[in-house]
C-alpha cells in the first residue's frame, strides 16, 4: 500500500521560507510522477508544481521563480522549497503520486493528508 506523509508546514511571514517533505512509502518515487497541490480555504485545489524523474518540471504560474520542486530517490521523498512566500499562498499543501508526467494535468493517483502553510502579512 502505498502512503504519502507529508510534514514541514506552520506558520511563516510573508517574504519567509519553507521546505515541505513527502515521505513515500509502498512504493519507490522514482516509479511515479509526482506533484504538490493546495487549497485554500474556500477555494478549489490547484497544482502547484509535477516533476517526473527524468528531470521534467511544472510550475504553477503564480509560483514560478519563487518555488522549488525536487525529490531524493535514496530517501523516498518529495520537496517542496518555497520562498518568498506570499499572504495568497495560505492553503493545506498535498503531496500526490501519480503514474504519468503530463505537466499541470498529472493524474494523480495517491494523495496525502495535506500540511498547512500559513503565511502572515
Given at each position: 500500500?502505498?502512503?504519502?506523509?507529508?510534514?514541514?508546514?506552520?506558520?511563516?511571514?510573508?517574504?519567509?521560507?519553507?521546505?515541505?517533505?513527502?515521505?513515500?512509502?509502498?512504493?519507490?518515487?522514482?516509479?511515479?510522477?509526482?506533484?504538490?497541490?493546495?487549497?485554500?480555504?474556500?477555494?478549489?485545489?490547484?497544482?502547484?508544481?509535477?516533476?517526473?524523474?527524468?528531470?521534467?518540471?511544472?510550475?504553477?504560474?503564480?509560483?514560478?521563480?519563487?518555488?522549488?520542486?525536487?525529490?531524493?530517490?535514496?530517501?523516498?521523498?518529495?520537496?517542496?522549497?518555497?520562498?518568498?512566500?506570499?499572504?495568497?499562498?495560505?492553503?493545506?499543501?498535498?503531496?500526490?503520486?501519480?503514474?504519468?508526467?503530463r505537466g499541470p494535468t498529472t493524474s494523480m493517483d495517491y494523495w496525502g493528508k495535506g500540511t498547512l502553510v500559513?503565511?502572515?502579512?
Open positions: 500500500q502505498v502512503q504519502l506523509v507529508e510534514s514541514g508546514g506552520g506558520l511563516v511571514q510573508a517574504g519567509g521560507s519553507l521546505r515541505l517533505s513527502c515521505a513515500v512509502s509502498g512504493r519507490p518515487v522514482s516509479g511515479y510522477a509526482m506533484g504538490w497541490f493546495r487549497q485554500a480555504p474556500g477555494k478549489e485545489r490547484e497544482v502547484v508544481a509535477t516533476i517526473n524523474w527524468s528531470g521534467s518540471t511544472y510550475y504553477a504560474d503564480s509560483v514560478k521563480g519563487r518555488f522549488t520542486i525536487s525529490g531524493d530517490i535514496t530517501k523516498n521523498t518529495l520537496y517542496l522549497q518555497m520562498n518568498s512566500l506570499k499572504p495568497e499562498a495560505t492553503a493545506v499543501y498535498y503531496c500526490a503520486g501519480g503514474k504519468t508526467f500559513t503565511v502572515s502579512s
